[in-house]
């Protein structure tokens, strides 16, 4: 089966945008017209969108951090930034890719708008603190624009101490600030759907029938409830030490810096799961759509979510192999951390099979998911590599682990939030968009993303630093073809931007289901009504109940 | 008592609602003890680093201002326990006293607090105000460093609590929140109280009693 299901909106073009339909008229959309219907909405779905918004335009703003550096970088002299430019620069490419777009990404655009509809419900728990959510992270958004054009801040995203606290000369307490009020919009998001998924789930919608991207949810917010106050706790004391003296840290008093390492990290370890467990749920949506099969191993891949939000709080002391910590400490972290390539393992081979025989569309989402499989595949075993004490002495602080995380971070979770856009699009907007521009951006991003950052990993092993803008010449190459691979990503990110907001006029309607998938949120009209179900909906299946078309097999 | 309660938009029935008030508020509590967590790692470190002089940084603070305040703060605890269980009943103005009374006793570890604060300051022992600073060895500057930072964050928390209980017994006496109907938002309120209590009960042995 093909993508004949789904007409391209761009093989008819010139038509004069398509009129409202009747979904529309009544769906979430159309419910208030004012800019106030939005802004004081409590609707889970205009929150959803609000925070899309938000989240995009901090994408992009990351993202010109990210291309300030990589110019620079085409050349071995400091001749675009100056050095405290440079530092600052990727301190800021840091703070707002991760606190302003990678941990909001999924769980508070996509998480927000699908919670309520995957499992059966007419909202989330707490529909006012979902707003606040927002709020709170726009408050964190506005003074971290105000540090933007404050002259931006040098430490670097860790703000390590005594590096922060004693001796920086940037807007440091102002954007510690700015994370540590973003940190309770995280909180309070995470609570809202661990309340939500325990006790608002329809009838008969049991544990083992959560889709697995509510369950991947469920173990991102455990994280972002249990892990996010240690950061608050943390940045507070850096705080009380620059604004009055009051330090913990303070070497010179007999503290010790590198407890500021493990607490950071205790929170920032489970962080990069907080980014990429509700990218692994995507990618479980993804792939059962695709193959038109149940999940090979249903139970192992949910359990392989929690399994990775428990493990990875143990974890964090990899960080810091060459920091100076106790060599058995950093034996056993060391141990831990290849213990959660288990679960993440589980998940790979759980697609693979669920791929197996599977009646595969190449639709954009699916082309989404085969390159978030692929990216974290690389940036997991290369994550093996650096959990092993004596490779990461040679590769740490390197390009090594800039392209590792860079291949999780942006490979796997920006991917899937790609994936997530293309998927549930017509869901959100009731329109489609053209495949054909969709399965061109998905391409593009993946060509553009591996010439960035494999590049990358050829640097680290090869002895180039991270966080250096003046490098050896014979690095050179290897820097303009990673400069090239971003300018190719630059202009592919901004692609789908061009023809989703097309499709939002001139796509045709998109019915309730047009992948045919499962799953609740299918079964109601394109965009959803106000209130989600018409009647509160009784759950009588499993997930992902597909009908396997069986074909003739000679093995 | 359940069946008068007001049931709000996305839950379909009061029990619904109540459990999720509940499991709301808990985990909110399970975020705020990792809060604290956090200090009491730093405090756990900074000791394990510093046995003696830590201990002896310990012996300056006022143990008896400290074990007074702890005395307040149970009773206070109790009082919030009496009042939820009144609402349950539904007697408003038992309620209303029980919890004002719990508030007042809050205010006066504030009080005791201040003037704890006030003793410290003259001996030259508070980090950060005090200008000729008296302290033994870095070590006690350490110490006291991590001591007003724990006892103004739960001083922070404990002003929340007050202004929460102080809110209710407005509304009560105003006859704007009715019990037992909306018995949940006392019950709620009485666990962040009892929290903030807890958190309180675990520093007054590692700051002031590990001598």
Same mark, same amino acid.
């Given at each position: 089966m093909t993508s004949d299901h789904m007409v391209d909106a761009a093989s008819h073009p010139a038509q004069p945008g398509i009129a409202e339909t009747a979904e529309e008229r009544v769906s979430y959309l159309r419910a208030g017209h004012t800019l106030g219907s939005w802004l004081f909405t409590s609707d889970h779905k205009r929150i959803a969108i609000l925070y899309f918004i938000s989240v995009t335009f901090f994408f992009f703003v990351g993202g010109a951090a990210a291309t300030l550096m990589r110019a620079d970088l085409l050349t071995p002299q400091a001749d675009l930034l100056s050095d405290e430019g440079y530092n600052r620069a990727f301190t800021l490419h840091g703070v707002i890719m991760v606190w302003f777009f990678l941990i909001p990404s999924i769980p508070n655009t996509f998480g927000n708008f699908l919670v309520p509809l995957m499992i059966g419900a007419r909202d989330l728990a707490f529909p006012r603190l979902n707003l606040l959510s927002w709020y709170i992270y726009m408050l964190g958004g506005l003074f971290t624009i105000y540090v933007l054009i404050a002259g931006g801040v040098d430490t670097g995203w860790t703000f390590y101490t005594p590096l922060s606290s004693m001796f920086a000369n940037g807007n440091v307490v102002l954007a510690a600030t700015a994370v540590f009020i973003v940190g309770f919009s995280s909180i309070l998001t995470g609570l809202n759907f661990i309340v939500t998924i325990h006790k608002l789930r329809a009838p008969g919608m049991t544990w083992g029938r959560l889709p697995l991207f509510i369950w991947s949810l469920y173990a991102t917010s455990l994280i972002l409830v249990l892990a996010t106050p240690i950061l608050s706790v943390t940045l507070a004391l850096i705080a009380a030490e620059r604004l009055f003296g009051i330090g913990v840290f303070n070497p010179s008093l007999g503290g010790d810096p590198l407890l500021y390492q493990h607490l950071f990290w205790f929170y920032s370890h489970p962080a990069v799961y907080i980014m990429v467990l509700p990218a692994l749920g995507v990618v479980s949506e993804l792939v059962a759509a695709a193959a038109r099969k149940p999940v090979f191993g249903y139970q192992f891949v949910a359990g392989s979510s929690i399994a990775i939000a428990a493990i990875g709080f143990l974890v964090w002391g990899h960080h810091m192999f060459v920091a100076g910590? !106790?060599? =058995?400490?950093?034996?056993?972290?060391?141990?831990?951390?290849?213990?959660?390539?288990?679960? !993440?393992?589980? @998940?790979?081979?759980?697609? &693979?099979? &669920?791929?197996? @025989?599977?009646?595969?569309?190449?639709?954009?989402?699916?082309?989404?998911?085969?390159?978030? *499989? +692929?990216?974290?595949?690389? $940036? $997991?075993? %290369?994550?093996?590599? #650096?959990?092993?004490?004596?490779?990461?002495?040679?590769?740490?602080? &390197? =390009?090594?682990?800039?392209?590792?995380?860079?291949? *999780?971070?942006?490979?796997? %979770?920006?991917?899937?939030?790609?994936?997530?856009?293309?998927?549930?699009?017509? @869901?959100? *907007? +009731?329109?489609? =968009? !053209?495949?054909?521009?969709?399965? #061109?951006?998905?391409? #593009?991003?993946?060509?553009?993303f591996n010439l960035t950052f494999f590049p990358q990993f050829l640097l680290g092993y090869l002895g180039m630093p991270r966080r250096y803008h003046v490098y050896p010449p014979e690095f050179q190459v290897l820097h303009v073809l990673s400069t090239a691979g971003a300018s190719i990503l630059g202009v592919a990110y901004l692609l789908p931007f061009t023809y989703l907001f097309y499709s939002m006029r001139y796509g045709k309607p998109a019915g309730a289901n047009p992948w045919e998938a499962t799953g609740l949120e299918w079964s109601i009209p394109s965009p959803p009504p106000k209130h989600n179900f018409a009647e509160r909906p009784t759950v009588t299946r499993a997930p992902y109940d597909y009908t396997i078309e069986y074909e003739e097999s000679d093995d | 008592m359940t069946e008068r309660v007001q049931v709000h938009e996305p839950f379909v029935d009061p029990a619904q609602q109540h459990a999720a008030d509940m499991l709301g508020m808990y985990i909110f509590l399970a975020s705020e003890i990792m809060l604290f967590g956090g200090l009491f790692a730093v405090l756990f470190v900074c000791r394990l680093l510093h046995p003696q002089e830590i201990a002896a940084a310990s012996k300056e603070l006022h143990l008896w201002i400290g074990g007074i305040n702890t005395a307040i703060l149970l009773t206070s605890s109790l009082a919030v326990a009496i009042a939820v269980q009144l609402a349950r009943q539904g007697s408003r103005r038992a309620v209303a006293i029980s919890l004002a009374a719990a508030a007042a006793l809050g205010a006066g570890f504030l009080i005791l607090k201040a003037v704890e604060y006030r003793l410290e300051y003259s001996d030259g022992l508070l980090p950060g105000f005090s200008t000729a600073s008296k302290f033994a060895n870095p070590a006690t500057h350490l110490f006291m460093n991590i001591y007003l930072i724990a006892t103004v964050l739960h001083a922070v928390h404990l002003s929340i609590g007050i202004l929460l209980l102080a809110g209710l017994v407005w509304k009560l006496l105003r006859r704007s929140l009715q019990v037992p109907k909306r018995a949940s938002v006392i019950a709620v309120s009485g666990l962040y109280w009892h929290l903030v209590d807890v958190i309180w009960i675990f520093l007054y042995p590692a700051l002031y009693l590990i001598r």
């Open positions: 910590q !106790s060599a =058995y400490a950093s034996a056993i972290f060391s141990f831990l951390s290849l213990a959660v390539a288990v679960p !993440s393992g589980i @998940k790979v081979y759980n697609w &693979t099979a &669920t791929l197996y @025989k599977g009646q595969i569309s190449l639709d954009p989402p699916f082309l989404f998911a085969m390159s978030f *499989i +692929g990216l974290f595949v690389v $940036g $997991g075993l %290369t994550g093996v590599i #650096l959990a092993m004490l004596a490779v990461d002495v040679h590769v740490h602080d &390197t =390009y090594f682990v800039v392209a590792h995380f860079h291949y *999780i971070m942006v490979g796997g %979770t920006v991917s899937a939030y790609f994936g997530a856009l293309h998927y549930w699009w017509p @869901k959100i *907007i +009731g329109r489609r =968009y !053209s495949l054909a521009w969709g399965r #061109l951006s998905a391409a #593009l991003i993946f060509l553009g | -």
